[in-house]
Nanobody
Framework: VQLQASGGGLVQAGDSLRLSCTTP????????WGWFRQAPGKERQFVAF????????YYSNSVKDRFAISRDNGRRMVYLQMNSLLPEDTARYYC????????????????WGQGTLVTVSS
């Protein structure tokens, strides 16, 4: 079982990045998906959630209006468009498959990718 996240890198404040999550071994359309991030020395933090049919999305307050989560079931991809990046967005970003429970809790997700590192310089 593998989720492959990609698209991270080193950018300057104000720049944009799009993260991608490949889900080759999952029935992507049967699940909701989320993005989390973890900065060094900090706990894993909820970023965004998209429901199975993409009709519902949730965001953390810190990224709302700057980030957008989307999904392409045909391509088995989940995306995170990140705009107006800030130095405090620096973290490793993880995509994860929602299993059950509260969307913003990591324990509600049962499959995780290896993460992709985003570094935002000031």
């Amino acid at each position: 079982v593998q989720l492959q996240a990609s698209g991270g890198g080193l950018v300057q404040a104000g720049d944009s990045l799009r993260l991608s999550c490949t889900t080759p071994r999952h029935a992507i359309n049967s699940y909701a998906w989320g993005w989390f991030r973890q900065a060094p020395g900090k706990e894993r933090q909820f970023v965004a959630f998209v429901s199975r049919g993409a009709e519902t999305t949730y965001y953390s307050n810190s990224v709302k209006d700057r980030f957008a989560i989307s999904r392409d079931n045909g391509r088995r991809m989940v995306y995170l468009q990140m705009n107006s990046l800030l130095p405090e967005d620096t973290a490793r970003y993880y995509c994860a498959r929602h299993f059950r429970g509260t969307y913003y809790q990591p324990s509600s997700y049962n499959y995780w990718g290896q993460g992709t590192l985003v570094t935002v310089s000031s």
